[in-house]
């Protein structure tokens, strides 16, 4: 009997429905029961402060505002397997994800990004501490223009076994990290040896070859407790992933998706006395991921289709007489339909790749405390290498291929069989054909990709004070930061390499004051101070970029009652051009690229019900009065993707409501929409084959890119031993001509099962249904080119020891 997806999506929801659900807190319900807290155990009430704030280590900076906290409660009983997955359930987060887990570095669709309310400038910190690097062209190249992003990869950034808790805050109340988290700030707490000895071991297996191994041992080596240690190592690898076609409703394997990564992690905390504390931070975490570049379109997927692609767009097109035409080649989905398949071969055929290494050294010497609020100073050293390699081969190397047709066919041809046999001999194979023809091909064309061909080394070195004192009704925070940045790459062109360095030094500085005017009111006004040096080379030649800047900002939270609190706050935001910007923009309209900048507006509202629902509101309105776009417009006679200045403004929506019904059970919902509007010079003509500009309006092209309204829905159980968790998010209002459809559900599901107290068993599913979705879209390779992976399920332990 032939087994359906459908039937088995219907038999994994019936195992839902006949069991129980997680215990996991739900969104927004972050009630902590105990964690440690610096010096101290913070119990029950203490886990909020009077204005319902979730209290971490770090919340000290925060100044009301939209923030969640993801807890390692929760990361434990939902077995995310890495941070990408732990934050994708808080409402205004969303992701730009190609499908797959490797990623070209220069490249900004070709990556893992990151929005917060619609906004890719968010900063990531571990620690409360930046990890991009101001030199970086990890997500644009040097000769690209007009990239938001600060250029981390949220799943590189560290292990996620080493994660005690993930703050997002969004807005101004992140404005303490730097003036250009303009969408926000995601900070990654690690985790603290414990006073008890404790390991765990966690092993897990499932789809598609995947296999998971995690290993941690922390605990305290001194009779007084004042020194804790937390060591953790981990192991995830797999083959090629699976994913469902959103034309035909196929589930196809993408080649060339398999990976192998691993990570190490130490931290290790010497207590001197109630206020004085080393910390040493040592973060390991490496890759080898597989780099498919797109999912092909199964429509698409055949002999005869792929032999019409890759002759329009490597050969050209005939015209009647069966001539090649001058200049004919065709590429992009909307003049090739099923274009990017041409990209399958760089996966399956040739095995390209990309690789990281991380290794991060923090060392922190905290000399006082007061009110929770720590004074210190900190070191650290930041080392990235990327390196990749890219091969496709559509011909033989060396060949003139149009030459070489109309050589062969100096009359042209009309003839079908012809053309099939000459496509045969002279192109690439269709990748989904014969292995001896594949083989056969890679033997003319120098075999599989074996060793990378470009490296991208990122360093950053930097010192960082800060002093806060409690004075008063006013808690003052000052803090500077000197961070010298460095990238160096390594290229081939032409068979020939190149070495090129940059570098770029950058001083912050910050001061906040936190005035408790009462109880019930907080008032915190905040200035924030950025120097940026220009962007050098290995031999002093300045590219630009010298610029400082002074960004004020104030917040405040007001306690209405016992149940009720409000926040609003305004912030002043610049982000300085990336060193690209500098180098690429005279002679497109003759206007240079200007540093973005504006204002942030949040207004927010808490309220709890009966001491057992919590409902918060938010809004916030971005107004930049310069913020770059980049769309493919006339320059010169000639359509080209150009960064361009515009106005900007971006709202953004988000309810959330979170109900506790009994002991045992507990539901989150939440719902948030965003729109962009775009004013930019008269005049731009918008290239007609752009995929997104079916009326020529630039701001219509700019919200197709996402869907503009997110709901998520939490259900979660806990009876002791039994678990059980299921997680949806329904996404609505996305356009067809970047999405293979206008709405789509994706539910995620676990299920724990304590065999005793050391020893818990697993299940946990991602895209329960199978569902067909895409998170991004490019008009070059049309919707669908970046489907998401189908169906997983792992079964796992976990051991304590």
């Known amino acids: 009997m032939k087994v359906t997806s459908k039937r088995i999506s219907a038999a994994l929801l019936a195992c839902v429905a006949l069991t129980t659900f997680s215990g996991v807190q739900a969104a927004f319900d972050e009630h902590l029961d105990n964690y440690q807290l610096d010096a101290k155990v913070v119990k029950g009430d203490r886990s909020k402060d009077q204005f319902g704030n979730t209290v971490t280590e770090q919340s000290y900076y925060r100044t009301g505002g939209d923030v969640k906290v993801i807890t390692r409660d929760e990361i434990e009983k939902r077995h995310y397997s890495d941070l990408t997955e732990a934050i994708k359930r808080i409402p205004g987060i969303t992701f730009q994800n190609p499908g797959y887990r490797g990623g070209e570095y220069g490249f900004q669709f070709f990556n893992n990004g990151i929005s917060i309310n619609g906004d890719t400038r968010v900063i990531v910190l571990v620690d409360g501490r930046r990890v991009d690097n101001s030199t970086s062209t990890r997500i644009a190249g040097r000769s690209a223009t007009g990239s938001k992003s600060t250029g981390v990869n949220l799943d590189q950034v560290t292990n996620i076994n080493a994660v005690d808790k993930i703050e997002v805050i969004k807005g101004p109340g992140a404005s303490a990290y730097g003036s250009d988290a303009t969408g926000g700030v995601i900070n990654i707490i690690t985790r603290k040896g414990e006073n008890n000895n404790q390991g765990t071991f966690d092993v897990s297996a499932g789809s598609w070859g995947k296999r998971n191994y995690s290993f941690t041992y922390s605990g305290s080596a001194a009779d007084d407790n004042s020194f804790h240690y937390f060591i953790g190592l ?52 490496q890759g080898k ?23 329009a767009a490597d050969v050209g097109t005939l015209d009647d007489k069966g001539m090649l035409k001058d200049k004919s080649t065709m590429s992009g989905n909307v003049a090739n339909p099923g274009y990017h398949n041409l990209f399958a071969l760089d996966g399956l055929v040739y095995n390209s790749f990309s690789k990281f290494k991380h290794n991060d050294v923090d060392v922190k010497y905290t000399f006082d405390r007061q009110s929770d609020m720590e004074s210190f100073v900190r070191f650290y050293s930041q080392n990235h290498t990327y390196s990749k390699t890219d091969k496709y081969k559509w011909h033989v190397p060396g060949v003139d291929i149009k030459k070489k047709f109309r050589e062969d066919f100096p009359q042209g041809t009309t003839d079908p069989a012809a053309l099939d046999e000459w496509i045969t001999k002279n192109l690439a194979p269709f990748p989904g054909g014969t292995k001896a023809a594949i083989e056969e091909w890679l033997a003319k064309t120098g075999g599989k990709a074996e060793e990378p061909t470009d490296y991208n080394t990122e360093k950053n070195l930097g010192v960082q004070l800060q002093v806060a004192r409690s004075i008063g009704k006013h808690d003052v925070i000052a803090n500077v930061t000197y961070d010298k940045a460095k990238q160096i790459s390594y290229e081939v062109e032409d068979g020939v390499g190149k070495t090129s360095e940059l570098k770029r030094n950058s001083l912050y500085g ?55 609190t409000v926040f609003a706050g305004w912030t002043n935001v610049l982000r300085p051009l990336r060193s690209g910007d500098y180098t690429s923009v005279y002679g497109e309209y003759k206007t240079p690229l200007q540093d973005e900048k504006g204002n942030v507006y949040t207004l927010g509202l808490q309220k709890e019900f009966n001491k ?24 010169d006679d000639k359509f080209k993707s150009t960064a361009v200045n515009a106005k900007q403004k971006k709202t953004a929506f988000n309810v959330t409501v979170d109900h506790k019904i009994n002991q045992h059970w507990s539901v989150g919902a939440a719902y948030s929409h965003l729109k962009d509007t775009w004013t930019v010079k008269p005049g731009y003509v918008v290239n007609p084959e752009w995929g997104y500009n079916d009326s020529g309006d630039i701001n219509t092209g700019i919200n197709k890119l996402r869907p503009a309204n997110h709901y998520i829905l939490n259900v979660n159980y806990d009876s002791g031993k039994l678990s059980s968790g ?19 559900l994706v539910l995620d599901w676990n299920l724990n099962y304590d065999v005793n107290k050391d020893l818990t068993t697993y299940v946990a599913v991602t895209n329960l249904t199978n569902t ?13 080119s970046s489907a998401m992976p189908g169906r997983q399920a792992m079964i796992g332990a976990k051991y304590k020891f």
């Open 726 to 744: 299921l997680l949806m998010n329904y996404y609505t209002g996305s356009n067809l001509a970047a999405f293979t459809a206008k709405r789509f």
């Open 289 to 311: 991921d597989g780099y498919p570049i797109s999912t092909p379109n199964l429509q698409y997927w055949n002999t005869k289709d792929w032999n019409r692609i890759i002759f």
């Open 612 to 635: 057992k629902t919590i409902v918060g509101v938010n809004y916030s309105l971005t107004d930049m009065s310069n913020s770059i776009a980049s769309f493919p417009i006339r320059v």
């Open 234 to 285: 981990n192991s995830v690898k797999s083959d090629d992933t699976k994913y469902v076609d959103g034309h035909t409703g196929e589930t196809g394997t993408l080649g060339g998706s398999r990976f192998d990564e691993r990570g190490a992690n130490v931290r290790i905390d010497k207590d001197f006395g109630d206020t004085n504390r080393l910390t040493i931070s040592i973060n390991h975490k």
């Open 510 to 564: 910050y001061v906040q004051d936190k005035i408790h005017v009462n109880d019930n009111f907080d008032v915190t006004p905040a200035v924030r101070f950025a120097k940026y040096s220009d962007y050098t080379t290995d031999v002093g030649v300045s590219k630009g970029g010298d610029t400082h800047v002074v960004t004020p900002s104030v917040n405040l939270q007001y306690r209405l009652d016992d149940t009720s």
């Open 772 to 784: 067909a979705y895409e998170t991004t879209s490019n008009s070059r390779y049309g919707s669908g």
